[in-house]
């Protein structure tokens, strides 16, 4: 019995460390987009592609954790019968004795407090989006209505011929 309680031991150790991995780079990508929300327009766009690179690394290596996680519950549904691998944390975590609950738990508010920094992280670079949006829109709509402007003067009067009427 001493093994069975080892090895359980193990797994569970080994789904909290899965999540912590997988908390840890979803810290890291709300960094990353804090950091892209106070660089320079003018450096976002020189550096878009590498920062696209890295959104596309994040995404898979999130990927990779997420997986892991799963994994891990799987192995874990193992040495608790009661546990189906696509349970949530939450209600795996009611199944657990006090001192395992109270473990998965701390996981839990730390997911919860990570998803809300994410979700701040996200809205200031979408709001930079919309902002970007905005001025090239405006820089668009000034450079549509100069060649407008031009093209109507033009058709007005010509060049060298201000004032002059065609009859």
């Known amino acids: 019995m001493k093994n069975f309680q080892h090895t359980r031991d193990e797994v569970f150790s080994a789904l909290c460390e899965s999540l912590r991995e997988h908390r840890a780079l ?6 990353h987009m804090r950091a892209q929300h106070s660089t320079s327009l003018a450096a976002r766009f020189r550096d878009v592609e590498t920062a696209t690179r890295y959104m596309i690394f994040a995404e898979e290596r999130l990927v990779r954790a997420q997986m892991q996680v799963f994994l891990a519950m799987s192995q ?24 395992e609950q109270a473990t998965l738990q701390n ?34 709509d000034k450079d549509d209505s100069n060649e407008r ?12 011929t201000r004032g002059a009427t065609i009859n």
């Open 149 to 160: 402007g031009g093209r109507r003067a033009g058709l007005r009067g010509g060049a060298g």
């Open 26 to 31: 979803l810290a890291e990508l709300a960094d």
């Open 76 to 99: 874990v549904s193992e040495y608790f019968a009661e546990v189906d691998p696509q349970m949530s944390l939450v209600d795996f975590a009611a199944l657990l004795p006090d001192m």
């Open 107 to 140: 996981h839990i508010s730390l997911y919860d407090e990570q998803i809300a920094d994410l979700r701040q992280a996200s809205r200031l670079v979408a709001g930079d989006s919309a902002q970007n949006l905005a001025v090239f829109g405006q820089v668009q």
